[in-house]
């Protein structure tokens, strides 16, 4: 069965330093990643999603995310970070279910804190 | 604006109640799906439905019951069966041609004591 490995359950970064947030999925013959955002009491947002093509995404907001198949990571970067970058993070991982349709399996998430 | 609501936003029930949470969405996306999240475990999978008047379950269905009976709804009742109601409960949809990308609704953080 697919799963998904978040690294860290808590990353604490100084305001404009860089951050990578690690994401590993056991291997499968095609999948989809993305990463979402939470913030607290909210809903999850998309962040980033990889689908095929360039192994390199973006997001509008400075994150990127990297698809490494040979390694089966999809670690999310950003370079400068802000204090409103501080929510939680959680990768996903969705492939296609026996029964038709897709199965999205999410990582435990890691909690991001920025600090001044 | 499209998107889905799920209300109440924060919901407190007596143990032993049944309580039904509401999810709605005006995306006209086919494929609806409720999870529970807990503090570090991410999300797990509850019930989904695919189409009107079909739904199935997911990996920690026991507790919960669920109906599709339109398009745009996609109601999860917590029953008392539920062990541990506690918990932040989210809905997401999808659209059929991106069956692999989910939408969230903002949440229902359920209190039973």
């Known amino acids: 069965a697919q799963s998904v490995t978040q690294l860290d359950s808590q990353v604490p970064v100084f305001e404009e330093a860089p951050v990578e947030l690690r994401c590993n999925y056991s291997?499968?013959?095609?999948?989809?990643l993305f990463w979402y955002v939470q913030y607290p009491n909210q809903g999850l947002q998309l962040l980033l999603k990889y689908l095929s093509g360039s192994t390199l995404v973006e997001s509008i907001n400075g994150f990127e995310a990297e698809f490494n198949k040979s390694q089966t990571s999809f670690h999310l970067r950003k370079p400068s970070v802000h204090i409103s970058d501080t929510a939680e993070y959680f990768c996903a991982v969705s492939d296609k279910r026996d029964t038709g349709g897709f199965k999205t399996i999410f990582g435990a998430g890691t909690r991001l804190f920025v600090k001044a | 604006d499209g998107g889905i609501t799920q209300s109440p936003k924060y919901l407190f029930r007596k143990e032993g109640q049944n309580v039904t949470l509401s999810c709605e969405q005006n995306l006209n996306h086919d494929a609806m799906y409720w999870y529970r999240q807990d503090p570090g475990q991410g999300l797990r999978l509850i019930y989904y439905s695919q189409i009107v008047n079909d739904f199935q379950k997911g990996d920690i269905a026991e507790g919960y019951s669920v109906s599709r009976e339109k398009k745009e709804s996609f109601p999860l009742t917590v029953t008392s069966a539920q062990k541990n109601p506690t918990a932040f409960y989210l809905c997401a949809s999808n659209h059929w041609k991106t069956p692999y990308e989910q939408y969230f609704g903002p949440g229902t953080r359920l209190t039973v004591t």
């Open positions: 291997s499968s013959v095609s999948v989809y």
